[in-house]
């Protein structure tokens, strides 16, 4: 349950990162909380992935700030789906 719960917050934070990317009125909240979840992520998992998430996090927050749009979009929403498919595999067995 918990890494459905997880991916649920990441796919949260995907669609704040693409509402901001595309300067796409967004409220304050969304975007600072997703990025302070990435973030926090990071620190408390300490693997290779949740490192990913913090780096990922911390873009979301200076995109949002400084209204910086870069191709690093791109490959975090790569990221973002590797990660969501992953879930979707392995957890799809649990439910059947």
Request: with cysteine; charged share 10%.
């Amino acid at each position: 349950m918990i890494p459905i719960i997880l991916m649920l917050l990441d796919m949260i934070s995907l669609v704040s990162l693409t509402l901001v990317q595309f300067k796409i009125p967004v409220a304050f909240q969304l975007p600072v909380m997703s990025s302070l979840y990435l973030i926090a992520k990071g620190f408390i998992f300490k693997d290779v992935m949740s490192i990913i998430d913090l780096l990922c996090g911390t873009y979301l927050l200076v995109t949002f700030l400084f209204g910086i749009s870069s191709f690093l979009y791109w490959i975090i929403f790569a990221w973002f789906i590797y990660k969501l498919v992953f879930v979707v595999i392995f957890n799809i067995g649990k439910f059947t």
